[in-house]
């Protein structure tokens, strides 16, 4: 079936450092890629996507990058600071006369200061 | 612009009862998702609506249901409640399926 695979499922760095997180998908069909950053006590929060029709995005400090081929995408957090410190989850959907969103099981970063 | 808003924000129910939340769109958002949380099983996607349509659903029991109404907005029906039914119950809107917008969830016991 339908799996998102996301690791490391923790990792810890040194504020202004980077922070890479990385995400398998096993539905070639898939053709969208959120992000999602969720603080404690509130809902996911989109901080980046991608299509399929791209490699790579880049919005200031985040960027991701897809592999298509061999059905990875990654998430690239440069010059970490400490309210970048939360759990982020990666997703794979397809547009399929409707959209069905697999979530990765999530990455908690903490960043100190 | 106002986000997504969801009511209640917390539920206490007993196991056997069964229990209707509710979710309200960003205005505009024709799309709207549910999704269970919990720290065992993650995100799990429950059912997308579009234009009072279900699209898609996931591989939840008979007894989680869902509908939407003209104005886009969605309830979620869970009956005959048990206590794995625990958890955090999101739901997002967008115009099209893509770039969901979360609201801060309900959270339910079943006790």
């Known amino acids: 079936g339908e799996n998102v695979e996301q690791h490391p499922s923790t990792l810890s760095v040194q504020e202004g450092d980077s922070a890479v997180i990385k995400c398998t998908y096993s539905d070639s069909a898939s053709n969208y890629f959120p992000w999602y950053k969720q603080e404690l006590g509130k809902g996911p929060q989109l901080i980046i996507d991608?299509?399929?029709?791209?490699g790579e995005k880049k919005d200031q400090r985040i960027a991701v990058t897809l592999n298509k081929t061999a059905k990875h995408f990654s998430l690239h957090i440069t010059e970490t600071q400490p309210e970048d410190s939360a759990v982020y989850f990666c997703a794979a959907s397809k547009d399929s006369g409707g959209f069905k969103t697999i979530f990765g099981a999530g990455t908690r970063l903490f960043v100190k200061a | 612009k106002a986000g997504v808003t969801q009511t209640p924000r917390y539920l206490i129910k007993t196991r056997g009862q069964q229990v209707t939340l509710s979710c309200s769109p960003i205005s505009g958002h024709r799309s709207v998702s549910w999704y269970q949380q919990t720290p065992g099983q993650g995100l799990q996607f429950l059912f997308e609506y579009f234009s009072e349509t279900q699209r898609n659903k996931g591989n939840f029991p008979g007894r989680f249901s869902g509908r939407q109404f003209s104005n886009s907005r969605s309830e979620m029906n869970v009956s005959t409640l048990e206590l794995g039914d625990s958890a955090l119950y999101l739901c997002?809107?967008?115009?099209?399926?893509?770039?969901?917008?979360f609201g801060s969830g309900t959270r339910l016991t079943v006790v």
């Open positions: 997002a809107s967008s115009v099209d399926g893509y770039g969901y917008t």
């Open positions: 991608i299509r399929s029709n791209v």
